[in-house]
């Protein structure tokens, strides 16, 4: 009776244990993992997170070989964000991350970590993909190509409001010859 107490006991503290640490646990939420882009347009990378206390939020940047820190927060109070980023980086209190005008260059890895006061962390990460825009390149092309059009057609037109300036010339002076013949019948004498 005495030892199936005893046993009882330790089911309980173990699964009082078991719950409080899935508790303590830090987990991150994220509705999507995998971003695409275009240039120039804005991201959201888009956490919420639950811990034990306030936590440190921190951004990190990866491509090949190079990682970078982006910044650092603690919700509700000031974020200490790179200087490379501190233009086009907007931080949240529950965690996310706003990118505004990219670049090629920052298509990559991001991760965030959430790390409590104790020192518990926690990873997560996404993947951004970042789209060169071709339509700037089209409508530049197509302006240029009106332009040229309306250019082409102005250029024809005068030449032909000229041709029909000099054959009007033309027909003018086929049509008074007589006068012409007397002038110059006059000016050697
Ligand atoms: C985090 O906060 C931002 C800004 O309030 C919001 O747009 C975003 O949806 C939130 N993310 C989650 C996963 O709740
Ligand atoms: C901001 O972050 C940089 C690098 O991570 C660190 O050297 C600096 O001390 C931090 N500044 C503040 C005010 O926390």
Known sequence: MRRFRLLDLRLFLCTTLCVLHIAGAISIHSPQRSLTRSVQEDVL???HFTCRGAPTVQWTFMSGAVSRSIGAWRPGAAANITLDYRER???????????????????GFYVVSITEA?????DSGFVLKVNEVIY???????????????????????????????????????????PENGETELQPL
């Open 45 to 47: 990378f888009s956490v």
């Open 89 to 107: 980086v907007r931080p949240y209190a529950n965690g996310s991350m706003g990118l505004s005008d990219l670049r090629l260059q920052d298509a």
């Open 118 to 122: 104790t020192g518990n962390s926690r």
């Open 136 to 178: 700037e390149d089209l409508q530049y092309l197509s302006v240029s190509g009106a332009v040229l059009a309306c250019l082409a057609g102005l250029l024809m037109l005068s030449m032909w409001l000229l041709d029909r300036a000099y054959r009007r010339i033309l027909a003018c002076r086929r049509r008074r010859p007589a």
